[in-house]
């Protein structure tokens, strides 16, 4: 367990400091690995199919933004620092996922934007301090190489 919060302290996460909780959801994760033969989310169901459940294979897809916007990821493994460190509550996180029939349509869009050169499906976000970048919605919290917050990013394409 404590090598899994280091790990997520060092790409700049943070692990839900409930260490009883925490541990049932590493337990959904191994379980589902063993299920399944990847870490899909535990609190999803999952498939099967590693190639339809790719986008919740943990870390999911929807971590990042569920951090931003909620203060915590749907399963609640990962928190903001504010959450980790008790200074706020998480919002309850709705399902981001959308259902077999959307997902198929978003596999088939993303297949012809990668045929047209140029076209980005998100934003890239630039680390002005280390040059990290990143293609998502907005920028990390903390950069996962040089450790600066989130203000220090900038729109790079």
Not at 38 to 58: H, V
Not at 89 to 109: N, T
């Amino acid at each position: 367990m404590d090598d899994l919060a280091r790990e997520a302290e060092a790409g700049g996460y943070h692990l839900n400091p409930d260490r009883e909780f925490t541990r049932g959801l590493v337990r959904g994760l191994l379980a589902n690995r063993e299920r399944y033969g990847y870490i899909s989310c535990p609190c999803r169901l999952a498939s099967g199919d590693r190639e339809d459940d790719l986008d919740i294979i943990c870390p999911c897809d929807y971590r990042d933004p569920d951090l931003t916007d909620y203060g915590a990821c749907y399963c609640a493994l990962y928190v903001t620092a504010d959450v980790e460190a008790g200074r706020r509550a998480p919002d309850p996180v709705p399902e981001r996922r959308p259902g077999p029939a959307e997902r198929q349509r978003q596999k088939e869009e993303r297949a012809a934007a990668g045929r047209a050169p140029g076209a980005l499906t998100y934003p890239v976000w630039r680390c002005r301090v280390c040059g990290y970048l990143c293609a998502r919605d907005e920028p990390p919290e903390i950069c996962p190489i040089c450790r600066v917050p989130r203000d220090r990013f900038e729109r790079f394409m």
